[in-house]
């Protein structure tokens, strides 16, 4: 079983829209909680990170994180067609420079005019 | 700034050829990564310099080697390419920047493809 969980999509939406995407996860070490964004045919960037449990908020993106429930989601509100592209969980268990960083498979989001 | 530069962007290789994928960053970053993704399994670790003159093994280091060449290079080699390498290769670069997290600086990748 994977550490890492995470719907491959694709999710289809209609513009303007809310995105949901989740992740769970069984490693219970887990603090850190990052959401990154890969456009087709390009590599991927950090979107936003959450620390422990909470909800984080930057403009139009939400992150959650439930660790009671081993459970962490991301949030789109008014969702463009520029929002198209693969959406990838990643966690860690501590602050980790040395890229100990765990991966979902990535969900891929479709935003249609 | 280039940010982290892969080379090349494609490539084919028959099974038992060998080649190396090249990478660099202009960001000054002390550690460094090398990633393949595949369909369905996400990005996975292959090898990691958390400064130059050290290397480590990651999740999936077997039939690859690395050579962190300076600061700024860090190079990922297949010495005998199997069909089973066929993927798309990423590296990346980090430094710590007082924020909680050490965020990852992706190239655009390598599409290596064995046959």
């Known amino acids: 079983q994977k550490e890492v969980?995470?719907?491959?999509g694709p999710l289809s939406v209609p513009e303007g829209a809310i995105v949901s995407l989740n992740c769970t996860y069984s490693n219970s070490a887990f603090q850190y909680f990052m959401w990154y964004r890969q456009y087709?045919?390009?590599g991927p960037e950090l979107l936003m990170y959450t620390y422990s449990s909470g909800n984080k908020e930057d403009g139009r993106?939400?992150?959650?994180?439930?660790?009671?429930?081993?459970?962490?989601?991301?949030?789109i509100r008014d969702s463009q067609p520029s929002d198209s592209a693969t959406y990838l969980c990643a966690m860690s268990p501590m602050r980790s420079v040395?890229?100990?960083?765990?991966?979902?498979?990535?969900?891929?989001?479709?935003?249609?005019? | 700034n280039a940010?982290?530069?892969?080379?090349?962007?494609?490539?084919?290789?028959?099974?038992?050829q060998s080649m190396t994928l090249q990478c660099a960053q202009d960001m000054n970053h002390n550690s460094m990564y090398w990633y393949r993704q595949d369909?369905?399994?996400g990005l996975r670790l292959i090898y990691y310099s958390a400064s130059e003159g050290t290397t480590d093994k990651g999740e999936v280091p077997n039939g690859y080697n690395v050579s962190r060449l300076n600061k700024r290079e860090f190079s990922l080699r297949l010495e005998s390419a199997a069909p089973s390498q066929t993927s798309v290769y990423f590296c990346a670069s980090s430094e710590?920047?007082?924020t909680p997290v050490y965020e990852?600086?992706?190239?655009?990748?390598?599409?290596?493809t064995v046959t």
């Open chain 2, 3 to 16: 940010g982290v530069t892969q080379t090349p962007k494609f490539q084919v290789l028959k099974t038992g």
């Open chain 1, 98 to 113: 040395w890229g100990k960083l765990q991966f979902g498979a990535g969900t891929q989001v479709v935003v249609t005019p």
């Open chain 1, 40 to 42: 087709s045919r390009k």
């Open chain 2, 104 to 112: 990852q600086y992706f190239g655009p990748g390598t599409r290596l």
């Open chain 2, 96 to 98: 710590w920047s007082g």
């Open chain 2, 39 to 41: 369909p369905g399994m």
């Open chain 1, 5 to 8: 969980e995470q719907d491959p």
């Open chain 1, 61 to 75: 993106f939400t992150a959650q994180v439930d660790k009671s429930s081993k459970y962490i989601s991301l949030f």
